[in-house]
C-alpha cells in the first residue's frame, strides 16, 4: 500500500468591500438603480465622500459639496457614515472569509488578506467566487485579487477594480504579461514616482518591473525599489490574524428594566439561534459561553461557562445558559445583556480505536455537578491506588476531560477470581488449631472452614511513625459459603472480601 502526501504552495488572497464607509451604510447594492452618496455634515460645508456608481454617472463626485451634488442630481438619497453598521460589515465579512480558510488578516476597514496555504490551487478561484457570493446574498460587493505575496494579491484586487471585474489572479508565470496591461495607478503610487516615469515613458506595472533592481536603485531611491520588490514577489510579509475573541457576539441595551427571568431568557434564546448560525458558517463551534449581565445598580456578573466539548446544540446552550441564570441571585434589575461565542475547531483528537467514549458529554458534567452538590466536591472523583502495599488505600482525584473505556487488551490479562471487598471491616471470631483457622463466627457468614491457603504476611509504613502496619491473610473456603479472604492485623481479625 503507497501513501502520497498533498502539498499545497503560498498563495494569497485579497477581499475588498470597495467604498465600504457606503456600503457598510447602504446594503442596498441590489437596488442599483438609486443614486446614493455618502457625505460629511459634520464640517461647515457638508460634502460628498463617496457615492454609487449610478450618482457617478449622474455628475455626482467625490470631495463636491452636498449642495452642488443635489443640484446636479435631484433624487440623490443623502446617507452619513454609522460606526455601528461599519462594525457589523466589517464582522460579516470577516465571518464570511472564515468559511474559505481560517488565516485573516483585517489589513484595513473593508479589506482582508487571506493565507491561502491550506488550500490547493485548483480551488482557490472556487473559494473567491464562493465568498464573493455570499457577500452580495448579504449585500455587500467586493472585488478579490489572488497573488504569491500579499502585496501581489493587494495589486490582484486594485487591478480587478480597475478593469471593472470582480476577480484578477495574477498567475507566476504570466504575472510580467498581465501587468503590462495595468496602469501605475494600481499599484498606489505617489505622484511624484508616477510622474517621473511617465516621462521616462513608463505607463505600465509590467515596464517597470522589467528594470533591474539596480537601474531603480540608482534613479528612484527606496520608494522605487520597494515598488519594484512588491511587483516582482521579493517581498513577503507574516499576516498579522484577526482575533476572533469578539467576533461572535451579541448586545443589547433594554429599554425597559427586566425584573424577571423569562424576558431575559427570551432574548437569550433568540441571541443563541443567531449566533449558532454565524459560527456554523465558518465550520466552528462553541467551546464556551460568555454571559455578562449589568444591573441599574451599577454592578456587573460575568461568568465563562465551558462546554464538555464542542458543539452548537441549542438546547444544550440553553440549558447551560437558562442554568446559570436561575443560579444568579439578582440584586436590581437588569439593564443589559452581552452574550458570546469562544469559538474552536470541532474536536479533533484521535481516540483510542476500539475505545467507547461518553454519550453524552453535557449529561454526563450535569450529573456530575449534582453530585458534587449532594455530596460535597471532596467525595466525586476517580480513585487511584497510592504508592504502597497497602491493600485499600486509595486517593480520589478530579474527572479527567477525556473519559473513555480502557480496551481489555491494556494491561495483563484478568486471571482467577475477582475479589469483591466488603464494605467496611466485619469482625470475625477464629477458633484456631495448629496456627490456621478452624472456624469462624461473624455478622455475615459463620461455619467450619474446609480449605485454607495462606497465610500471607505484609507490612509497611515502617518509615513514618505512628504509621506501621502489619497483617496476615488467609484465603478459607465454607461449604456452600464460598470463598472470601481472612485478615488478621492489630490483635484483631475480620472478613476483608469475598471471591465471585
Known amino acids: 500500500m503507497g501513501f502520497t502526501c498533498q502539498t499545497h504552495s503560498s498563495g494569497y488572497a485579497v477581499v475588498w468591500c470597495v467604498d465600504f464607509k457606503l456600503q457598510a451604510v447602504v446594503r442596498r447594492v441590489h437596488t442599483a438603480a438609486e443614486p446614493v452618496a455618502l457625505v460629511d455634515d459634520t464640517q461647515r460645508q457638508s460634502v460628498v465622500l463617496s457615492c454609487n456608481e449610478v450618482a457617478g454617472r449622474l455628475g455626482v463626485e467625490r470631495g463636491m459639496k452636498t449642495v452642488q451634488a443635489l443640484a446636479r442630481c435631484p433624487g440623490l438619497q443623502i446617507e452619513r457614515p454609522s460606526l455601528s453598521a461599519e462594525i457589523a460589515a466589517s464582522r460579516l465579512l470577516l465571518e464570511t472569509a472564515l468559511t474559505w480558510v481560517p488565516g485573516i488578516e483585517e489589513t484595513e476597514d473593508g479589506m482582508l488578506t487571506l493565507d491561502l496555504s491550506s488550500q490547493r490551487e485548483e480551488e482557490r478561484s472556487d473559494g473567491a467566487r464562493f465568498v464573493r457570493g455570499r457577500l452580495y446574498d448579504a449585500g455587500l460587493e467586493v472585488v478579490t485579487g489572488l497573488g504569491e505575496t500579499p502585496s501581489l494579491a493587494r495589486v490582484a484586487a486594485f487591478a480587478a477594480r480597475e478593469k471593472g471585474e470582480s476577480f484578477c489572479h495574477l498567475v507566476p508565470e504570466r504575472r510580467l504579461e498581465m501587468l503590462d496591461r495595468l496602469p501605475l495607478a494600481v499599484a498606489g503610487t505617489s505622484a511624484e514616482l508616477k510622474e517621473r516615469l511617465s516621462l521616462w515613458g513608463v505607463s505600465t506595472l509590467g515596464a517597470f518591473a522589467r528594470f533591474s533592481r539596480e537601474a531603480v536603485a540608482a534613479r528612484l531611491g527606496d520608494e522605487g525599489v520597494e515598488l519594484w520588490l512588491r511587483l516582482t514577489g521579493r517581498i513577503q510579509r507574516p499576516l498579522r490574524f484577526a482575533k476572533l475573541e469578539e467576533l461572535f457576539e451579541l448586545h443589547e441595551d433594554f429599554d425597559d428594566e427586566l425584573c424577571e427571568r423569562e424576558p431575559l431568557l427570551f432574548v437569550v434564546n433568540r441571541f443563541l439561534d443567531q449566533l449558532i448560525v454565524r459560527v456554523a458558517r465558518t465550520g466552528r463551534a462553541a467551546i464556551a459561553v460568555h454571559v455578562l449581565l449589568r444591573f441599574t445598580n451599577g454592578s456587573c456578573e460575568a461568568r465563562r461557562l465551558a462546554l464538555p466539548e464542542p458543539l452548537l446544540d441549542h438546547e444544550i446552550l440553553f440549558h447551560l445558559v437558562s442554568g446559570y441564570l436561575d443560579s444568579l441571585e439578582w440584586k436590581a434589575p437588569v439593564e443589559s445583556l452581552r452574550l458570546r461565542f469562544e469559538p474552536s475547531d470541532p474536536v479533533a483528537s ?150 465471585d
Open 350 to 499: 484521535q481516540r483510542l480505536l476500539f475505545g467507547v467514549g461518553l454519550r453524552n458529554r453535557f449529561q454526563f458534567e450535569d450529573t456530575m455537578k449534582r453530585l458534587r452538590a449532594l455530596v460535597g466536591s471532596e467525595r466525586v472523583g476517580s480513585p487511584r491506588g497510592l504508592n504502597t502495599h497497602r491493600p485499600g488505600a486509595f486517593e480520589l482525584l478530579p474527572l479527567p476531560s477525556e473519559i473513555e473505556t480502557v480496551p481489555e487488551s491494556a494491561g495483563p490479562p484478568l486471571m482467577g477470581f475477582t475479589l469483591c471487598r466488603l464494605q467496611g471491616h466485619v469482625r470475625t471470631s477464629v477458633r484456631w488449631r495448629s496456627g490456621r483457622p478452624e472456624r469462624i463466627e461473624s455478622r455475615l457468614v459463620s461455619g467450619v472452614v474446609t480449605q485454607v491457603a495462606g497465610p500471607w504476611h505484609g507490612g509497611g509504613d515502617w518509615w513514618h511513625q505512628g504509621k506501621q502496619w502489619q497483617r496476615r491473610e488467609w484465603d478459607i473456603e465454607l461449604p456452600g459459603k464460598g470463598v472470601f479472604r481472612l485478615v488478621e492485623s492489630e490483635g484483631e481479625c475480620f472478613l476483608e472480601g469475598r471471591y
